[in-house]
């Protein structure tokens, strides 16, 4: 079973609302740092949103701040991300990520992504 499944991507009008899931698997997402990301053709991958540390302190772009919101289902171990005030610039394949420092090393996680279009 994959790491990482996101979901609940689509097409959704200008103004409106999307949420997307992360399913993880194999390890607990309060555990871990993790962030969406986005991206979309011949543009670099952005930094979306992330939670963060024991914490779990959230950061947002710039761009999506005050319209986005990251979050922990604890319940499912599920990673969440609500969008609200869709504009067509946030037209991308979101992905999901997580990592975690061990004693070992890095152990970082990506999902395949699931596309998001806003568009009339």
């Known amino acids: 079973q994959a790491p990482l499944m996101e979901s609940g991507g689509g097409l959704v009008q200008p103004g409106g609302s999307l949420t997307l899931s992360c399913a993880a698997s194999g390890f607990s997402v309060n555990t871990y740092n993790m962030r969406w990301y986005r991206r979309v053709p011949g543009k670099e991958r952005e930094l979306v949103a992330e939670?963060?540390?024991?914490?779990?302190?959230?950061n947002y772009a710039d761009s999506v701040k005050g319209r986005f919101t990251i979050s922990g289902d604890n319940v499912r171990n599920t990673l969440v991300l609500r969008m609200n005030n869709l504009r067509p610039e946030d037209t991308a394949l979101y992905l999901c990520n997580a990592w975690r420092d061990i004693a070992r090393g890095r152990i970082d996680y990506w999902g395949i992504g699931t596309q998001v279009t806003v568009s009339s």
């Open positions: 939670i963060t540390g024991a914490s779990r302190t959230t």
